[in-house]
Nanobody
Framework: QVQLVESGGGLVQAGGSLRLSCVAS????????MGWLRQAPGKEREFVAA????????TYADSGKGRFTISRDNAKNTVYLQMNSLKPEDTAVYYC???????????????WGQGTQVTVSS
């Protein structure tokens, strides 16, 4: 069992930056692929980024390429999402998730955090 707690969301102006953090409980964090997904009002949950268990491979949705960076610190049981050049369309609740596969499919992730709100004003 893995419990995930996100933090770092907030209100930021377009062009600004935020860094999201997700701390995991348990001693098996380093075994899991970690992902960030988001859900805007009235829309389906969508993939943002993922990182393999060792941190060696990262994957991004087209919407975040060049602006978002996912990273992890297995010693701290933490995964991060650095978001730069934020746009109003990035406004959403951001979730971190743990799974066995580096996948864009939300249903493939086994454990989820409660989410953190990111609001980007124009």
């Amino acid at each position: 069992q893995v419990q995930l707690v996100e933090s770092g969301g907030g209100l930021v102006q377009a062009g600004g930056s935020l860094r999201l953090s997700c701390v995991a409980s348990g001693r098996t964090f380093s075994m899991y692929v970690m992902g960030w997904l988001r859900q805007a009002p009235g829309k389906e949950r969508e993939f943002v980024a993922a990182i393999t268990s060792s941190g060696g491979i990262t994957t991004y949705a087209d919407s975040g390429k060049g602006r978002f960076t996912i990273s992890r610190d297995n010693a701290k049981n933490t995964v991060y999402l650095q978001m730069n050049s934020l746009k109003p369309e990035d406004t959403a609740v951001y979730y971190c998730a743990a799974g066995r596969l580096a996948t864009v499919q939300a249903r493939e992730y086994d454990y989820w955090g409660q989410g953190t709100q990111v609001t980007v004003s124009s």
